[in-house]
C-alpha cells in the first residue's frame, strides 16, 4: 500500500445523498430522545437533536450501512473531520450485518473543525453500553458506520460531519 493511501466512506457536500442515513433513537426502548440528520448550506452533514433520559432513555443515534462489504484491509485508521458541540459521541462500526455487538470508541469535541484519528485496532465490542468480552476490532471488513451521543444527561447536541476516511 503506497504511504498517504486512503479511502473516502463518505465526503459530504451540498448534493450528498444522505436517504440512506437512518436516525436510531431510543424510542425503540421507550425514550424520549429524537435526533436529526440533515445537510447544511455549506454542505456538511448535521446530526443534531435532543437526548431525554425521560422513560429510561438516553441515547440518539445516526447511521449508514454500505450496500456491500467494505474491504478494509489495507487501512489501520478511520479519520473524522468534524465540528462537535464540546459534548462527547460515539463512534461505531459493525463488521457484518448479522453482528449484534458494535465496535466503538468515544471521542471529545471542541466546537471546533478537527479531525480525529481513530486505530481500527482500539474499537472495542460493546452492546447496549456494555463492553463484551471478545477481542477488539480485528479489520477485515466494514458493513456500517454510526455516530451516537449518549452522556447520561438531558441535553440538546449538534454534530457536523465532513469527512469520514479510511488510511
Not at 2 to 15: N, R, V
Request: aromatic residues 14%; proline residues 2%; negative net charge.
Amino acid at each position: 500500500m503506497p504511504i498517504g493511501s486512503s479511502i473516502a466512506l463518505f465526503d459530504f457536500t451540498s448534493d450528498s445523498e444522505i436517504n440512506n442515513w437512518r436516525v436510531v433513537d431510543d424510542v425503540v426502548m421507550g425514550g424520549r430522545s429524537s435526533g436529526n440528520f440533515s445537510l447544511t448550506e455549506d454542505g456538511h452533514a448535521k446530526f443534531s437533536g435532543n437526548v431525554s433520559l425521560e422513560n429510561n432513555g438516553g441515547f440518539s443515534s445516526v447511521r449508514y450501512g454500505f450496500p456491500n462489504q467494505v474491504d478494509v484491509e489495507k487501512y489501520s485508521k478511520v479519520r473524522l473531520k468534524v465540528k462537535g458541540d464540546g459534548k462527547n459521541y460515539q463512534f461505531r462500526i459493525k463488521a457484518n450485518s448479522r453482528d449484534y455487538y458494535s465496535y466503538i470508541t468515544s471521542f471529545e469535541t471542541n466546537g471546533e473543525w478537527e479531525e480525529i484519528v481513530i486505530k481500527l485496532k482500539d474499537l472495542y465490542p460493546s452492546w447496549r453500553g456494555r463492553e463484551l468480552d471478545q477481542p477488539n476490532y480485528a479489520g477485515g471488513s466494514l458493513k456500517e458506520v454510526t455516530f451516537l451521543i449518549a452522556n447520561y444527561k438531558n441535553e440538546s447536541f449538534e454534530l457536523l460531519i465532513d469527512k469520514i476516511e479510511l488510511f
